[in-house]
């Protein structure tokens, strides 16, 4: 089974939940949250943009690793995978 956590204002669009649990098996994270986006639609256009990239501001883990910087969307999940979605923190003012 695999587990979807949400973080932050993502959840606004999950119907309050954090943690979504995927009834099928995906081979990788683009089929995980394709799932994800049939639960929940409005989810989709704050995670990825129009080219169904992983918008700037959002990272995704997969078991703890960024995705970012490896195979992104088509890094492999096992049965047991956890994916962790959560908007970036910026900003603010120095010291």
Known sequence: ???VNIAGFLTDFTGGRNRIELESTPGNVREAL???WRKHVGLRD????EKGE???HVNVFVNNQTIRR???LDTAVGDDA???IMPSVSG???P
Do not use: A, K, P, S
């Open 1 to 3: 089974m695999i587990i």
């Open 34 to 36: 394709d799932e994800l």
């Open 46 to 49: 704050r995670v990825v943009n």
């Open 54 to 56: 992983i918008r700037q």
């Open 70 to 72: 490896q195979l992104v």
């Open 82 to 84: 956890e994916l962790t």
């Open 92 to 94: 603010g003012d120095g």
